[in-house]
C-alpha cells in the first residue's frame, strides 16, 4: 500500500471515529433534553380557559392544568349535597383537549371552620381560622375528599356518565394551598397540617389504592414568616416542613410528593430556595421524594420599585428563559416532577403581581413569555 493511500485510510478512520463521537455527543445531548418526566410542563389557570384555549395550551406542550377545588363552593351548606358542576367543567375541556389535571383541594364552608379576618390585611381578607383536622370537620373534609375520588378517579362517576369525554382519571392530589402562609389558613400550624395530610391520604387511599398525595404548595419564603407575632403568621418553607415532620409521627409514608411555590425577584435566586428544601427531606431520611413546583412566575407589568415581580414583556420572558433553563437542568438532582407557570391569563386585583402573571394577556393574546414556555415545552405556539 502506497504512502499516499496510508495518509487517506487513516484520514478516513479518524474522521468517521469524529463522526460517531459528534453523533454520539448529539444523541446524549437530545436525550438530556428529554430526560424530563411526562406532564412535567403544567400551567395555572386565573379564570377557566375556554374549549378553544385548553387547545391553544396543548399545542403549546402543556401538559397539565392545576385548579383549585374548594370545598366550600362544592358543599355550601352543612349536610347539603356536593354539587360538582363547577370542576366538571373545567375537567371535561381539560380532558377534550389531552391535558391532565391536578386539583388542588382546598378551602373550608363556614360551616365547618368559623372564617377570620387575616392578621395585618386591615379587615379586607378572611381566611379558615384553622384546617378542618379535627373534631366534626375532619370527618366532614375526610368525606369530601373521599367523594372528590369518588368523583373522578379510575371508576369515577364523571367517567361513567360522561362517555364522550376522554377517559384521564385524576391520581394526583395536592392538599391545600400555601398552609404556612396566613392567607390560607388564619394560624398556620405545621401540626395541625400532618393531621390534615394523614386524614386525607386515608381518605383517598380509601377510594383509590393508586391516588397519590402531594402537599400543598408552601411559599418560599414570606415576609411575615419574620415578624415576631404569636402564634406565627407565616413560616418559611423548610420551617414549616421540618416542624411537620417531627410533629407528625409516621408522615413520611402519608404522602408522595413535596409542592413549593419559590417565587423570587430573579431566576438565579431559585436554587438556595430550592435547595433549602430539599436538605429538609435528606435531614428527615426523605431524600426520595420528588418535588413539585406549583406555582413560580413574573409579571409582565412595568417594574416599579415596590414590586419585585414586576419586569416587563420582556423582562418576563428572560425571567421564565432562565428559571426553565436551570429547572431542567437540575430536574434530576433536585428530583423535580413538575413545573407550574403562574399564571395562563391576566387577573386585575387577584394578588400583587396577578395583573401580569399571565403567558396571555386581553382577548388571550400571547406575550413574549408564551413563545418561551413553547420552546421548552417542545410545542407549538
Not at 362544592?74 to 381539560?94: I, Y
Not at 406565627?232 to 413549593?260: C, H, S, W
Not at 411555590?261 to 436554587?271: A, D, K, N
Not at 433553563?325 to 387577573?347: E, H, M, N, T
Amino acid at each position: 500500500m502506497s504512502k499516499a493511500r496510508m495518509r487517506i485510510g487513516r484520514e478516513a478512520r479518524a474522521w468517521t471515529a469524529a463522526l460517531a463521537v459528534a453523533l454520539l455527543g448529539l444523541a446524549v445531548f437530545a436525550s438530556a433534553a428529554q430526560a424530563v418526566p411526562a406532564t412535567f410542563w403544567g400551567v395555572v389557570p386565573q379564570a377557566t380557559p375556554s374549549d378553544e384555549q385548553f387547545q391553544q395550551l396543548k399545542r403549546g406542550g402543556v401538559d397539565s392544568s392545576r385548579i383549585p377545588v374548594e370545598w366550600g363552593g362544592v358543599q355550601p351548606l352543612k349536610g347539603g349535597p356536593l354539587n360538582w358542576s363547577g370542576p366538571d367543567g373545567v375537567v371535561t375541556r381539560a380532558a377534550n383537549a389531552g391535558i391532565e389535571v391536578l386539583p388542588f383541594l382546598t378551602g373550608a364552608p363556614a360551616w365547618a371552620v368559623p372564617s377570620v379576618w387575616v392578621p395585618g390585611s386591615h379587615r379586607t381578607v378572611k381566611a379558615p381560622a384553622h384546617l378542618p383536622a379535627s373534631g366534626a370537620s375532619a370527618g366532614a373534609w375526610s368525606n369530601f375528599i373521599r367523594q372528590a375520588a369518588l368523583r373522578y378517579g379510575p371508576n369515577g362517576s364523571f367517567w361513567a356518565q360522561n362517555p364522550a369525554v376522554p377517559k384521564r382519571p385524576i391520581r394526583n392530589w395536592q392538599i391545600w394551598n400555601e398552609e404556612n402562609f396566613k392567607y390560607f389558613v388564619a394560624k398556620p400550624n405545621p401540626a395541625e397540617y400532618g393531621r390534615l395530610v394523614k386524614l386525607s391520604y386515608t381518605a383517598l387511599k380509601g377510594v383509590d389504592p393508586g391516588a397519590k398525595l402531594i402537599l400543598g404548595g408552601m411559599f418560599a419564603r414570606p415576609k411575615d414568616a419574620l415578624s415576631k407575632a404569636k402564634p406565627p403568621r407565616a413560616y418559611f418553607a423548610t420551617d414549616f416542613l421540618n416542624q411537620m415532620y417531627e410533629k407528625t409521627p409516621g408522615i413520611k409514608a402519608k404522602f408522595n410528593g413535596v409542592a413549593l411555590h419559590p417565587y423570587t425577584g430573579r431566576f438565579q435566586e431559585l436554587t438556595p430556595q430550592i435547595e433549602e428544601v430539599r436538605d429538609i427531606l435528606v435531614a428527615n431520611k426523605d431524600g426520595g421524594k420528588g418535588l413539585w413546583i406549583t406555582e413560580l412566575g413574573w409579571s409582565s407589568q412595568s417594574p416599579t420599585p415596590s414590586n419585585i415581580f414586576a419586569k416587563g414583556i420582556a423582562g418576563q420572558a428572560t425571567q421564565l428563559k432562565g428559571a426553565f433553563s436551570l429547572l431542567k437542568g437540575k430536574q434530576a438532582p433536585w428530583r423535580l416532577q413538575r413545573i407550574y407557570w403562574f399564571s395562563v391569563d391576566d387577573q386585575i386585583g387577584s394578588c400583587n403581581f396577578c395583573d401580569g402573571s399571565g403567558l396571555f394577556g386581553d382577548g388571550f393574546v400571547p406575550k413574549k413569555s408564551w413563545f418561551s414556555f413553547v420552546k421548552f415545552a417542545g410545542g407549538t405556539p
